[in-house]
């Protein structure tokens, strides 16, 4: 008897415990959204409200930023950068929260928090592969666009979250930025020594159409350390020609 009273009050504790959080998450959302209405019926503008607010509680980024997507969903792209303007360390919560919302594309969230902080485009990029992994060879060709200075970060970035979407990657990365292929190849050697040729041959092959940028990359892998043997079947298999491997093997 005992042991059935205990088990009771113990679930009823937890109820109470789970009841007063969602009601406290509820009410918090209330008077967030009457303040951001407050602000903007005041001619502040939904991202400076955004801005001040997360400035200076970013601990409530999760709130601040759901709350004014409902309220605001035409203005994502002004909430969004605003958020990551104002706390860049929460661009993975802010491109997580855009996207779960559902709102816009996927794609669009990427761009616009790219272009808000385009130094953390490795956390945007992995925030949104986590989110939306169906959508992976899209997020890469996005952000390789919109930051090619940081195509391999973006790269090594997603590929090590997907290893298994190496391949994808690397075609989606290049086929939308031919010239990165070499500093893609040269971060992927180092993060996946063990797929060497995977590497080169995609890189290779996805290169195709730009021949001076496949003797960039034969270069790039042959300086990383992959001997002549491996390097001439690795690029043969991608697609490069005999003389093309015998020009950087025999530099």
Not at 19 to 42: H, I, M
């Amino acid at each position: 008897m005992k042991k059935l009273l205990l088990s009771f009050l113990i679930t009823c504790s937890f109820n109470s415990v789970a009841t007063q959080s969602a009601e406290k998450e509820s009410n918090n959302s209330q008077l967030t959204a009457d303040f951001l209405e407050q602000q903007v019926q005041q001619n502040m503008s939904i991202g400076r409200a955004i801005k001040s607010v997360v400035g200076h509680y970013p601990q409530e980024v999760e709130t601040v930023v759901s709350t004014a997507l409902d309220l605001y969903p035409g203005k994502y792209k002004e909430i969004i950068h605003a958020a990551i303007a104002a706390q860049p360390a929460l661009t993975e919560d802010v491109v997580r929260i855009a996207i779960n919302k559902g709102i816009t594309s996927c794609s669009n969230v990427v761009l616009t928090a790219i272009k808000a902080e385009p130094s953390y485009v490795d956390f945007v990029v992995n925030a949104a592969a986590q989110s939306t992994p169906e959508e992976l060879d899209e997020i890469v060709r996005i952000a390789v666009v919109t930051e090619p200075d940081s195509a391999d970060a973006i790269v090594s970035t997603v590929a090590k979250a997907h290893p298994n979407k190496l391949v994808d990657i690397i075609s989606s990365a290049i086929g939308a930025v031919p010239f990165v292929g070499e500093y893609i190849v040269d971060a992927l050697l180092v993060a996946f020594p063990n797929e060497a040729e995977s590497v080169v041959s995609t890189a290779v092959r996805e290169s195709s159409a730009q021949r001076e940028q496949v003797i960039k990359i034969i270069e790039t892998a042959k300086n990383a350390g992959i001997d002549n043997e491996h390097l001439s079947a690795y690029a043969l298999k991608g697609g490069a020609s005999k003389e093309e491997v015998a020009q950087v093997i025999n530099q």
